[in-house]
């Protein structure tokens, strides 16, 4: 419920409100939206690199930048310009990082059910740290190790804390497809077992509590409780995973990386974990979401008796977390960001779906019509990174703005990309 401009704390960091234009690393929005069109993400790279430094400096060195919050080459070599290594979860993700020229000395591989030939490419390669979890991954390792290659390890704990939107649950029960469980030993036989395979190395331990997290508590609660297999173990190094959440919305507040670092350290301290325990995380939506907005162009307004309809040119297939979280956003006119926004409506996409929603109770200003270019801001996590084809939709372009220049580094999908993987033949060669 708004009649305020939009709130600046939800803008990157540089970001300058003119009279009737918005300038981002000093780049014109609407000048953005003439040359690459709509749908388009923007990036600020300033605030990217003062998050991934910031990050860096209130962790040890190995903290990580969660890839699977936005992964293109072009943030892959930002955060490891800027010192941080980077996870990836699959095949493909690994792939990608490797083609953007990121040494394997620079990655973290994650998955709950990492396929045999991707397990294969990771022990060849070398990489900085592989998270086991499971007993199937150790039996793989044990398949594949004979002594000549050596691997360094964390092993994945679920700690029995999970984490939520300001609040956190402690769960009796570890309920969970990822990691060891702390509570019945499985998490220290991990360690037995896999210090019994040749070439791996068992360098710390790794938790992961959740996403959106406001607070240190859970952090807190999930130190306390490994502390005794950090411990007994004597492992040199413990990941606290990622989680920071980021305010999305007018009224909402975070901690920010540095007040998380700290928050953490503090916490590890109290657990009675040992100075010489080198700290690491992996946050992913806190060090890009503020950084990106979304740029759309209004298409059609609609009145119905209980709202207004306002359509942009994206949607869902760009922004899927309002349908599936129930996420919310803030919008803003960019040809008046300093308009109080007084007009209630409803931001939809173009997709064949009532529930293509992107912002449900959106307030812009009285003037915001056909035709207006239009933001959400914090749309630079999870955005992207899970977009879609849907209704052979191309997923928009990116650009990364700073000091006054844009540069494309995504560029936008052509019809011609959307047929790409189309196969001629009729019949296909007999299967025996
Ligand atoms: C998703 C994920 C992260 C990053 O989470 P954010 O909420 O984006 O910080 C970090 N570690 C693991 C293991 C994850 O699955």
């Known amino acids: 419920m708004s009649s305020q401009p939009v709130p600046r704390s939800l803008l990157p960091d540089d970001t300058t409100f003119l009279e009737s234009d918005v300038l981002v690393g000093g780049v014109s929005l609407r000048s953005l939206a003439e040359t690459y069109g709509t749908p388009l993400f923007v990036y600020d790279e300033a605030t990217l690199r003062q998050r991934a430094r910031a990050a860096r400096e209130a962790f040890s060195e190995g903290v990580a930048f969660a890839s699977k919050s936005f992964l293109c080459g072009a943030i892959a070599r930002l955060v490891v310009e ?41 022990l060849a390669l070398g990489v900085h740290r592989l998270i086991v979890d499971n007993d199937d991954e150790i039996d793989r390792l044990r398949e594949r190790l004979d002594g000549s290659l050596t691997v360094d390890c964390l092993v994945r704990v679920t700690p029995g804390v999970e984490a939520h939107t300001h609040e956190f649950v402690k769960t009796g029960q570890e309920d969970s497809k990822f990691g060891f469980t702390l509570a019945n030993g499985s998490a220290r036989r991990a360690v037995e077992d896999l210090r019994a395979v040749p070439g791996v190395r068992v360098r710390g331990l790794h938790f992961h509590i959740g996403s959106q997290i406001f607070d240190v508590g859970g952090f807190n609660e999930a130190l306390l409780l490994v502390a005794d297999l950090v411990r007994d173990t004597h492992v040199e190094e413990l990941c606290v995973g990622g989680g920071l959440g980021v305010a999305y919305v007018e009224g909402e507040s975070t901690l920010t990386i540095e007040e998380w670092g700290r928050g953490v350290r503090d916490a590890a301290r109290r657990a009675g974990l040992p100075e010489s325990l080198r700290l690491t995380a992996e946050p992913g939506r806190a060090i890009v979401a503020q950084a990106g907005l979304t740029l759309y162009r209004v298409g059609v307004v609609k009145d119905v008796p209980q709202r207004r309809y306002v359509a942009v040119d994206g949607g869902m297939s760009d922004n899927p977390r309002p349908v599936l979280y129930g996420s919310g956003y803030e919008a803003f006119d960019v040809s008046d960001p300093g308009a109080e926004r007084t007009q209630p409506v409803r931001i939809v996409g173009r997709h064949c779906e009532s529930g293509d929603v992107i912002i449900d109770e959106a307030w812009l200003p009285e003037s915001t019509g056909v035709g207006s270019l239009i933001a959400t801001p914090v749309t630079g996590a999870y955005g992207y990174s899970m977009a879609s084809n849907y209704n052979r939709v191309g997923r928009p372009a990116v650009v990364f703005v700073s000091e006054g220049r844009a540069r494309l580094v995504l560029r936008r999908e052509t019809l011609d990309d959307l047929v790409r993987l189309e196969v001629d033949s009729e019949t296909g060669p007999p299967l025996d």
Not at 93 to 121: F, I, Q, T, Y
């Open 82 to 122: 800027e010192g941080l290594v980077i996870d990836v979860a699959t095949g493909g993700e690994l792939d990608l990082v490797l083609r953007a020229g990121v040494d394997p000395s620079r990655v973290v591989v994650h998955g709950n059910n990492k396929l045999p030939e991707e397990l294969d490419r990771v």
